[in-house]
């Protein structure tokens, strides 16, 4: 079953605004991951924070936690025409002892110049 | 230096037919990932390798077949091509599991006809 599910689904700004992206998810983590994927790109690791973390930061990017609410938000500040991506949280379970990420449903971001 | 490299790029084949996917990586991680991304961007783990050992096979049909040869590579091998198998599949590698990011590769778009 789908662990996290973004919002909202797609999202349009003009540049040099912030962007919210809020991801929720079901089940217990050890860490929630941010990946960006550009139009017909892999994707491309964005931030960790682990279950014991409440915000961290990285650069332009701000992600928080809120594990109490199964919920995490992903913040763009000042956004830039190269920021247009899709954005998508994943969290990590574990599948008879081994580890592995389920990604959420992902975040279309467009950047209005 | 291109961390997860995928080959080839673009696949156009025929219902029935076998065809295969290659993947290598040179980040030195143990860890490697086959995931499916379908029309609707959702991205689902596939498989998972640790060390060219099968760790997740996430009730794929056995038309899929990974191979890793070293723990630098792994392949993907798909029989009896059906239309719905048509999606984009991403490689993928990180040091053990979940706990840490995933590198991703260029993914590899498959239209069966």
């Known amino acids: 079953s789908q662990q996290g599910e973004e919002d909202p689904q797609a999202l349009s700004i003009q540049e040099g605004e912030n962007a919210t992206m809020n991801c929720s998810y079901k089940?217990?983590?050890?860490?929630l991951q941010w990946y960006r994927q550009n139009s017909g790109r892999g994707l491309v690791h964005l931030i960790l924070?682990?279950?014991?973390?409440r915000e961290k930061h990285s650069g332009r990017l701000r992600v928080t936690l809120d594990t109490s609410k199964k919920s995490s938000s992903l913040l763009i500040t000042a956004s830039r025409a190269a920021d247009t991506a899709s954005y998508f949280c994943a969290t990590d379970s574990t599948n008879f002892g081994n580890e592995k990420l389920t990604f959420g449903t992902g975040t279309r971001l467009t950047i209005i110049p | 230096d291109t961390a997860v490299s995928q080959t080839p790029k673009y696949l156009v084949t025929q219902m029935g037919n076998d065809k295969s996917i290659k993947c290598e990586q040179n980040?030195?991680?143990?860890?490697m990932y086959w995931y499916k991304q379908d029309s609707k961007k959702f991205l689902k783990i596939m498989f998972s390798?640790?060390?060219?050992?099968?760790?997740i096979n996430e009730t794929v049909p056995n038309r899929f077949s990974p191979k890793s040869p070293d723990k630098a590579h792994l392949n993907l091998h798909i029989n009896s091509l059906e239309l719905g198998d048509s999606a984009v599949y991403f490689c993928a590698s990180s040091q053990e599991g979940g706990f840490y990011e995933q590198y991703f590769g260029p993914g590899t778009r498959l239209t069966v006809t």
């Open positions: 390798y640790n060390n060219k050992e099968l760790i």
């Open positions: 980040l030195g991680h143990d860890t």
């Open positions: 089940t217990s983590i050890n860490n």
């Open positions: 924070i682990r279950s014991n973390e």
